[in-house]
């Protein structure tokens, strides 16, 4: 068994943006606006300015009342996707009750939706034109690569079919020329799928969902999910059941998690160079 | 074994419209443009003309010269997005190879995009937003739906993965909570996938390319493809040796075929319904 570890990937790619932003013209510009006091997100934001200042990139976070109304949100954006000097803008989810978050996403100027949750990045995605993808399926992605795992002809079975995960890291395997299937919570007979992956990527949000029964020896397991117990974290995947079936895994923490930012980061740097074109 | 009727399911769709359009305020339209002298795309647009003409619908249909520009092109589609007597448009491909066809693809208001083949209309698609969808995926769900099969918790493998039938069909299928497997290719043991599934789906165009050995018992098949050889069509599966496995089979031809310029009918009527909102 062998440990993909995020961290390691993470610092490679942060390393190489941070090198790369030193030579540009101007400094590349992320905003992100966050709507009322939700205390995950305020943790989530910290991390993204930290990145941010880290790279040389300008941040600027704008923090917004949670009884603010759909047209003075909307309003802000349409302001951010017209300034020059911003080439990437995300809006923290979730959003309170009374905003229409779909709208909102589809409203951020798709050459500045460095979250890549839009319909039409989405769409692009789906036709394999290159675009701004999801921060978390992307660093599956370029975690895979950095061990020199292709997934070209493998059997690639996600489980979870969210529009943040599920669903973009099915294009991205397509895109990449593995056979895909797609679980939820209205699949019958789960461990039959799971037992036949080369490749498992897990990402439900429920804890050791996923447990070594299920699968088979030699599978590689991509464990997605955050779950906080007891104050502890904890992946979807029971790590002590499957360590001595896997060929490799990605550790909770210590994994997945820890890419999500550095593509955010990365996807800025994209959304700039493509604004210059 | 069963055949799944596409002429019967046909027939009901185009009663259906014919019906509902005779109450309308005035004529949905739709626009068809074709640019060159393909032999295929003028018997497709026939077609096209005359289910418009059937259903009571305004059609025009605009032939181009095979040695338009990029430009010239664009305009006549700009102007046509912004005729308020039309609500579907639809340029026939495949377009000569000078012709940038995903741009044009993406000119077309995703509103009037009635082959919803846009990016945007995709991606929709993807999110689970109802939007345009894909007249041929969209034809095999009637289909299923006509004959009252679910494909909740089924599993629906689809060998093809093209942006027309593939990759919309594999998220109709997720969106109606099927679990999906998308093989193609670069699959390998194709056998394994298709022996597993509950709905077979083949949109490869090879005449033939799944046989009697390559599935389960019960199996219910719907053959995508329309090989035509010594003026003779034949499907992507070879009918002969599946026949006594499957319980229900559309047939080629006289199968999903059929659904087609049906369902690009339903289509100019849901684009007439969204614009008048």
Redesign the interface.
Known sequence: MKILDGKIVKAQILAKLKEEVQNLERMPGLVVIQVGNDSASEIYVGQKEKMANQLGYKFKHIKLSGDISQAELEKIIKEINSDQSIDGLLVQMPLPKHIDS?KIQNLIDCDKDVDGL???????L??N?DTLMPCTPKGIMDILDYYSISV??K?VVIVG?S?LVG?PL??MM?NN????????S???NLE??TK?ADILVVAVGKKGIITGNMISDGTIVIDVGINRVDGKLYGDVDFESVKDKVSFITPVPGGVGQMTVAELGQNVLKAYKKRKI
């Not at 020329?177 to 939820?184: G, L």
């Open positions: 779909k839009s319909d039409v990045n989405a769409g692009k789906t036709h034109v070209e002809g059997n079919r529009d669903k099915a294009s397509l020329n593995a056979t895909v299937t797609i679980c939820h209205k699949t019958k039959l799928f036949m």
